[in-house]
């Protein structure tokens, strides 16, 4: 009996090693939540795919400003020109590597450290992790975070000084990782 379940041990140990090896491939999937005087409104936007593997000590996530929409093409211009996307055409965020591939199911959210860069600016973010499911070739989570504008010298737009959009805007993200490639 001992040696049936130090076989077993011993084949845990090897799956997980041999899995830890593997580069895990990824996207991520966020909506913006943006609250205005009159008009709120909810934005998508998706991850260029990237790569973590198993050397790697840190995963850093690329948004092209571009490629982000809020449902009307005014509006989307209106945040081109708010961010500068001529200029500043990337938001990043960058996590440890081995923070995003210890994160374990719980019934709480877990706070994860992220560091973001938007307009140029780097700033530290702490967003709560949740949903964790692991599979065997996969990883998913939700992430989610507030990002406050004017710490990234962003001015949030405004209309004849009435209509007013908030400074803060709420992130939320789907993070899938899958060891196998796209």
């Not at 005014?74 to 081995?98: L, N």
């Not at 560091?115 to 599979?135: F, L, R």
């Not at 406050?148 to 209509?163: Q, T, V």
């Amino acid at each position: 009996m001992k040696k049936i379940l130090s076989f077993c041990s011993l084949l845990v140990v090897l799956s997980v090693s041999v899995s830890a090896r593997e580069p895990m491939y990824g996207s991520v999937s966020a909506d913006f939540d943006v609250k205005a005087t009159v008009d709120s409104f909810v934005g998508k936007t998706a991850s260029e795919p990237f790569v973590v593997g198993p050397a790697d000590e840190k995963v850093t996530v690329t948004f092209e400003v571009a490629k982000m929409e809020t449902g009307k093409k005014k509006r989307d211009k209106e945040m081109m020109h708010m961010f500068h996307a001529d200029e500043f055409p990337i938001i990043t965020g960058t996590a440890s590597a081995a923070s995003v591939l210890a994160l374990e199911p719980s019934a709480e959210p877990v706070e994860f450290p992220l560091e973001v860069v938007m307009h140029g600016i780097t700033k530290q973010v702490t967003a709560q992790a949740s949903n964790v499911n692991k599979s065997g070739d996969g990883l998913t989570f939700d992430l989610a975070f507030p990002l406050i504008l004017s710490e990234y010298d962003l001015k949030a737009p405004s209309i004849m000084m009435m209509i007013r959009v908030n400074d803060k805007v709420n992130v939320t993200s789907r993070v899938t990782l899958s060891t196998t490639a796209p």
